[in-house]
């Protein structure tokens, strides 16, 4: 193996993986390195026993590259662990987006799967309530009323536009969002809940109303491209079987891929060229490899640079902090969820598969399971619940290809912001009332309850360093790679985004004047560029 690279990128992250790809098909020599004998680093999408050994490491505190910490594990995970893709950053794809435009334009998309979400549902004392998120269903909503269907509709009308400029955001951008809504549209309490937790995806009503409406807006624009619903669920697990496609485009383009080594060196340096130009040396030591690996540019996940400054060559001491923290629950379920509404229900019997029209009413067609779904409760909807925002519930079923037949996954999430620091630590605690109460309602088609067969809870971590410190880095010829956002409909966006500034980032460092001009995913043959077999 020829030790000298252009690049080496540490991580196999859904932005690294995706910047590696970029450079990797513009020619670019490539070496992309991890750790963990897996790809996808946080977002990857492990079997059970992968799952498992993950959470000790982080509960040992064995494992210094993970973001993932204080970890439990309730009842015995299948044996047949292979059954099972469990993502450790489960995800929905916004239809619209710079992701979708990379897995099209890379030709990724060719091969994962994906499954449109199949209804949003916000948890209220009154049950479940399905969201409308177009005019169609706002008008067969039956839980609300027409002044407030007609306030619903303007506020749509809103979101969808070029709202920046208008009156009335001006001078609110930085409002409440919350109290945007109730000043701006005269909306009442329980709407306003429903369109922060529901469609803005806010983790409370106090989110900034500017970055809330964006997030409104790409909901809106993205219903209709493949479906009725605005989000796509990846197959196989989510964002780490995505991680997956684009490590494939690198090494098919010629990456060279070392996967579960240890780094045992690590030395930044300046050499004189024989021009008497100073030249930057990246050397990377590794477990089981003879020859050291060296690098004009290195791109490095920021989980590793606490690792590689433990090496004084470096000659950069890196102090992270936690900005932000997240309980998360990963729950196996012996059942499958049905629909989550009486609207889905209906609307289950008006499409078949095919998406054509069938005949009978809903008592004569047994409503099918769910295989992708989303239910928000909503920061003080369950009396027994400590979150200090809202929890998302994300449902995968048999037809997301994540679980065996007749068994479903839960994915439960929630910010530890502002909860007392002794239950912040403890993600059993702030999950376990959310986890029962799915459980409780989500009575199988038979009428049969769903029985949890396992669950893992633990906290996700999202590290920071100062602007000084990645300054500091840059000028050695590193590039750092942020941790993802640990919202449920940003995370692959921003992957996407991260990935495409390191690629940019990385042409400049190696002398390209035109790295802004360079495309990110050269065209693909004729034929290969379609996104309608995305689903």
């Known amino acids: 193996m020829d030790s000298h690279f252009q690049v080496i990128i540490l991580g196999t992250g859904l932005a690294e993986s995706i910047a590696a790809a970029a450079l990797a098909k513009v020619g670019l020599k490539v070496a992309h390195i991890d750790t963990n004998p897996y790809y996808g680093a946080d977002e990857a999408s492990l079997t059970t026993k992968e799952l498992q050994e993950c959470l000790n490491r982080a509960t040992e505190r064995l494992d ?4 993932l910490r204080t970890a439990s594990v309730r009842g015995e995970f299948p044996s047949a662990s292979r059954d099972y893709s469990l993502s450790l950053s489960p995800s929905v794809i916004p239809a619209r987006g710079p992701l979708i435009s990379s897995l099209i334009g890379s030709g990724v998309a060719r091969y994962g799967g994906f499954k449109l979400l199949e209804s949003v549902s916000v948890y209220s004392s009154d049950g479940l309530k399905s969201v409308p998120g177009s005019k169609e269903e706002i008008f067969r909503s039956k839980d609300l009323s027409l002044i407030d269907k007609r ?13 920046e400029s208008s009156s ?31 469609l803005a995806l806010c983790k409370s009503q106090c989110d900034t109303a500017l970055p809330a409406l964006g997030r409104i807006r790409r909901y809106l624009r993205s219903a209709g491209r493949y479906g009725a619903s605005p989000f796509l ?9 995505l991680a997956q496609g684009f490590c494939r485009v690198c090494a098919v383009s010629g990456g060279t891929y070392i996967l579960g080594r240890d780094i045992l060196a690590f030395e930044s340096k300046s050499e004189s060229s024989s021009g008497s130009e100073e030249t930057k040396n990246l ?9 050291d690996l060296t690098a004009d540019v290195v ?76 239910l928000v409760f909503p920061s003080g909807s369950l009396s027994s619940g400590k979150a200090s925002g809202p929890v998302n519930v994300l449902i995968n079923g048999e037809g997301t290809s994540s679980c ?18 002794n239950e912040a630590n403890n993600p059993e605690q702030i999950l376990r009332p959310y986890l029962e109460i799915t459980l409780s309602l989500l ?51 921003a992957a996407a985004s991260i990935g495409e500034t390191l690629f940019r980032d990385v042409l400049k460092q190696l002398g390209n004047p035109d790295a802004d001009d360079v495309e990110l995913w050269p065209p693909l043959p004729p034929g290969l560029d379609d996104d309608d077999d995305m689903i």
């Open 283 to 291: 050397r990377l030591k590794l477990s089981e490899i003879p020859e």
């Open 64 to 67: 210094q590259i993970s973001r």
């Open 299 to 374: 791109i490095s996940s920021i989980n590793y640079l606490p690792h590689l400054s433990n090496f004084p060559q470096t000659e950069t001491e890196v102090n992270l902090s936690t900005t932000e923290s997240h309980s998360c629950c990963i729950a196996l379920v012996d059942g499958v969820i049905p629909r989550l509404s009486s609207y889905e229900s209906a609307q289950a019997t008006e499409n078949d598969s095919t998406g054509e029209p069938v005949e009978g009413s809903s008592e004569e067609i047994p409503s099918r399971p769910v295989d992708a779904a989303l």
């Open 151 to 163: 306030k619903l509709m303007r506020f749509l009308m809103f979101a969808s536009g070029e709202f």
């Open 443 to 493: 009575q199988s088609p038979s009428g049969e309850p769903l029985r949890e067969l396992s669950s893992a809870f633990y906290i996700k971590s999202s590290p920071t360093l100062s602007d000084t410190h990645l300054a500091s880095l840059k000028g050695k010829g590193i590039f750092v790679s942020p941790p993802l956002p640990e919202h449920i409909a940003e995370a692959g966006d």
């Open 168 to 198: 009335e955001l001006r001078g609110k951008e930085t409002m409440d969002f919350g109290s945007f809504l109730k000043e701006v549209f005269s909306l009442d309490s329980q709407l306003t809940s429903v369109l922060a937790c529901a």
């Open 404 to 421: 065996p037949r007749g068994k479903s996954l839960l994915y439960l999430s929630t910010t530890t912001q502002n909860i007392d620091a």
């Open 233 to 241: 669920v990846g197959q196989y697990g989510g964002l780490g079987e």
